[in-house]
T-cell receptor, first 112, second 116 residues
Framework: QKEVEQDPGPLSVPEGAIVSLNCTYSNSAFQYFMWYRQYSRKGPELLMYTYSSGNKEDGRFTAQVDKSSKYISLFIRDSQPSDSATYLCAMSPSGSARQLTFGSGTQLTVLP | GAVVSQHPSWVICKSGTSVKIECRSLDFQATTMFWYRQFPKQSLMLMATSNEGSKATYEQGVEKDKFLINHASLTLSTLTVTSAHPEDSSFYIC????????????FGPGTRLTVL
């Protein structure tokens, strides 16, 4: 069993839809949770960073962490074609960026 | 945000040759750099962690003699794929972390290696 599981998709939604992306994990030591966005043939860029359980909102993006269920989510409201990318979740047991475990990524396409 | 560059962005080489990939932090000093490889529709797999001025730490299963890493300065790390074979074809991505207790990993744009 992988430490971090993520549905690879692909996921296609119409423009304006609410998108829900999810990851589950098995290592209860993970405390820090991140979402990265990766456009085709590019390196990942950090979208959201959260610590422990709870919600964090940034514009159209909301990150949600449920440590009791070992489940994290990223919600995208009013999705745009420019949101089309692969979304990777990542987790760390400490605050260090030096110990990241990545999910396999979910490929998202937002259709105009 | 901080910028990390990689060169070349893509390279095609013959089997048996060596290929060097450069990773540079353009506007900050990177105490630590990471090298990942990524297969299509798969996640980033950490290959090695590189600290300036010291030997790289390789992940289990990664051949250090095949994937030579040099972190000669605070802004440059290189990955050399020696005696490349078709199975080494992949997308190689570096990332860099500035000093401090927690810092974001800033990723380069990646290098696509195709070995014929």
């Amino acid at each position: 069993q992988k430490e971090v599981e993520q549905d690879p998709g692909p996921l296609s939604v119409p423009e304006g839809a609410i998108v829900s992306l999810n990851c589950t994990y098995s290592n209860s030591a993970f405390q820090y949770f991140m979402w990265y966005r990766q456009y085709s043939r590019k390196g990942p860029e950090l979208l959201m960073y959260t610590y422990s359980s709870g919600n964090k909102e940034d514009g159209r993006f909301t990150a949600q962490v449920d440590k009791s269920s070992k489940y994290i989510s990223l919600f995208i409201r009013d999705s745009q074609p420019s949101d089309s990318a692969t979304y990777l979740c990542a987790m760390s047991p400490s605050g260090s960026a030096r110990q990241l475990t990545f999910g396999s990524g979910t490929q998202l396409t937002v259709l105009p | 945000g901080a910028v990390v560059s990689q060169h070349p962005s893509w390279v095609i080489c013959k089997s048996g040759t060596s290929v060097k990939i450069e990773c540079r932090s353009l506007d900050f000093q990177a105490t630590t750099m990471f090298w990942y490889r990524q297969f299509p529709k798969q996640s980033l797999m950490l290959m090695a962690t590189s600290n300036e001025g010291s030997k790289a730490t390789y992940e289990q299963g990664v051949e250090k003699d095949k994937f030579l890493i040099n972190h000669a300065s605070l802004t440059l790390s290189t990955l050399t794929v020696t005696s490349a074979h078709p199975e080494d074809s992949s997308f190689y991505i570096c990332s860099a972390v500035a000093g401090g207790s927690y810092n974001e990993q800033f990723f380069g744009p990646g290098t696509r290696l195709t070995v014929l």
